[in-house]
């Protein structure tokens, strides 16, 4: 069925080196796909946070799980058929549009024309599921700032977007830092829940007849997915069943011979029915989903009545480590930084070790550059990024308009029709989770993330 060559080297946390898997799949009916080169970061789940039966589920996800799910669906045996879902991630779609010189609409469309010409069903945006995250990020922050004297570690708080920051949060630095988790979950296991909550109850489903994929921008996100806190055991579901990168979907473009460009256009699905998206939308930031920005402008209202427009970036040690701040009567209120990348993680985890940490609020990615930078995408065929298409990325992405998440009318129908209310006990149950130390006690793989 298929093997897996992995190339073995020392962990080094400080360097940013990529290493190959190759996969070879058996040929079949439907789908023959040669072996693919695949190359995996040294991101920030290196061997020491992957254990050796979450290597295998983690190696289950690529692109022969979906053509598997393809063939199931083609036999007489109806029982077995799944609805197949795929949601994609809104920092995937510039990648799309910027290698196939399209508009970020466009792109949307004749990916979701591709997908469905395979024979998915539904192909999703996950915007929506970031609205919910950010909503309920910034709820919290506000929370936890009025706490912060009566709670020890109710501040700083650290975005809970990035899985790779998270499994290194949890697994190696452990209980100093897990309590400032920020307990919102992240747009792919919200997306998640709406897929095999909401649209499966809609389409009267089971959670187990949806087979539900998402295309992300990194392969952090594949290891998110085998969350058991994002697993059913009533109906053997996770929340995500697989994970596929912007890099894969286009390599099975590559082996069917299809450039996005040949590909007719079909309008995205909603979670609504019959509706369709039009056209696609972002939130605040510059490279990923802007937590910092909605977080930074919503505290400021709720805490202290100021309207902040503009948020003015002061750029610290490099360009992935800055800070923003807001000043009141002389004196500063909020202190917030991005840090993006291992090294500059590294000095964030390091004030707050000896005391030294003066920000309310820390957005971590561990891409350096941010999500659009995700290691799934973007990269030269020696796993290097590129330049080039990444600055080009940049552009699309920033072209996007932003749409506050306050603003959309299906989040505030959701909350009352689905989560019964704002501040509701299912609201905590379906969009939060609970990060904390885990004890690693099976043995991990020399694989290199």
């Not at 399209?102 to 998915?120: E, I, M, P, W």
């Not at 360009?319 to 500063?332: I, M, S």
């Not at 350096?368 to 973007?378: E, H, M, R, S």
């Amino acid at each position: 069925c298929h093997s897996y060559n992995v190339t073995q080297k020392q962990c080094n946390f400080g360097a940013r080196s990529s290493y190959p898997i190759s996969f070879h799949f058996q040929k079949n009916e439907f789908h023959k796909l040669a072996g693919a080169k695949i190359f995996l970061s040294d991101c920030l789940a290196c061997d020491n946070c992957v254990t050796s039966e979450e290597g295998v589920r983690i190696f289950q996800q690529n692109q022969k799980e979906l053509f598997r799910i393809l063939n199931l669906n083609k036999k007489c045996d109806t029982s077995k058929h799944k609805v197949l879902a795929v949601s994609i991630c809104t920092q995937s779609l510039p990648y799309f549009a910027a290698k196939f010189n399209l508009c970020v609409n466009d792109a949307a469309k004749r990916l979701c024309g591709f997908l469905k010409s395979l024979g998915v069903h539904y192909v999703f945006d996950t915007t929506i599921a970031a609205d919910f995250s950010i909503l309920e990020s910034q709820k919290e922050f506000v929370q936890r700032y009025q706490q912060r004297n009566q709670e020890e570690h109710a501040l700083p708080m650290f975005a809970s977007a990035c899985p790779g920051w998270i499994r290194y949060a949890e697994r190696v630095l452990t209980n100093p830092v897990t309590p400032h988790i920020c307990t919102a979950k992240s747009p792919q296991q919200i997306m998640g829940s709406l897929v095999k909550g909401y649209f499966a109850r809609q389409q009267n489903l089971s959670p187990d007849k949806i087979f539900h994929i998402i295309v992300a921008p990194c392969y952090d996100k594949k290891l998110e997915a085998l969350r058991e806190d994002f697993y059913t055991p009533l109906y053997n579901s996770q929340d995500v069943d697989c994970v596929l990168t912007s890099g894969e979907i286009v390599q099975i473009m590559e082996q069917k011979n299809i450039s996005m460009k040949e590909v007719a256009e079909v309008a995205v699905d909603s979670l609504f029915g019959e509706i369709k998206e039009e056209d696609v939308l972002r939130h605040d930031g510059r490279r990923s989903d802007g937590y910092l920005e909605h977080i930074f402008k919503h505290a400021a209202k709720e805490l202290f009545d100021m309207d902040v427009k503009e948020i003015t970036y002061k750029t610290l040690k490099n360009k992935d480590f800055q800070e923003v701040t807001l000043e009141k009567d002389g004196e500063t209120v909020l202190r917030f930084a991005a840090a993006y990348g291992f090294r500059n993680i590294q000095n964030v985890v390091l004030k707050l070790k000896k005391g030294k940490f003066l920000y309310h609020f820390v957005e971590v990615l561990a891409c350096p550059g941010g999500c659009l930078n995700g290691k799934g995408q973007a990269q030269t065929e020696d796993g290097k990024p590129d330049k080039v298409l990444l600055s080009q990325m940049e552009e699309v992405y920033a072209a996007i308009p932003i749409r506050l998440p306050e603003t959309s009318m299906h989040v505030q129908k959701l909350y009352q029709d689905w989560l019964e209310g704002m501040d509701s006990k299912k609201v905590q149950e379906t969009l939060h989770t609970k990060y904390c130390a885990v004890n690693q006690t099976a043995s991990s793989m020399d694989i290199k993330w």
